[in-house]
């Protein structure tokens, strides 16, 4: 997993399972970070069960604040990298190897 600016994405990495060629939504599986070069393999999965990656670090949150008529607001903006990998089934070795994904910043403004 890389940066847009070509550095390693450095962050969590959550793998999800799909059951019965069916997606039922994400199932977390695993999670850890990135190696050092933005690489990941997964090791001890159920072969001919399919798995796909996702990830996400906030970079920026919006801030709280007090209007003036006494309600809560936000203001700012919000910049979330994340990346999410295609669908790639395990082979019968267990061992699964994900190419590497551009994980792109999203900026939100809050208002």
Not at 38 to 44: D, K
Not at 66 to 74: E, I, N, P, S, V
Request: contains cysteine; aromatic residues 10%; hydrophobic residues 30%.
């Amino acid at each position: 997993m890389i940066n847009q600016e070509g550095g390693a994405y450095r962050g969590p990495i959550v793998l999800h399972a799909t059951t019965g060629g069916l997606f039922n939504g994400p199932r977390p599986v695993f999670t850890h970070n990135a190696d050092s070069a933005g690489c990941t393999t997964f090791a001890g999965l159920k072969p001919g069960t399919s798995y796909w990656v996702s990830g996400s670090v906030t970079l920026q949150k919006c801030q709280d604040h007090l209007k003036g008529d006494g309600t809560w607001g936000k203001y700012g903006v919000e910049q979330v990298r994340g990346f999410s990998s295609g669908v790639r089934r395990a082979p019968s070795s267990g061992v699964l190897k994900f190419p590497r994904q551009v994980a792109a910043v999203q900026t939100t403004s809050c208002f």
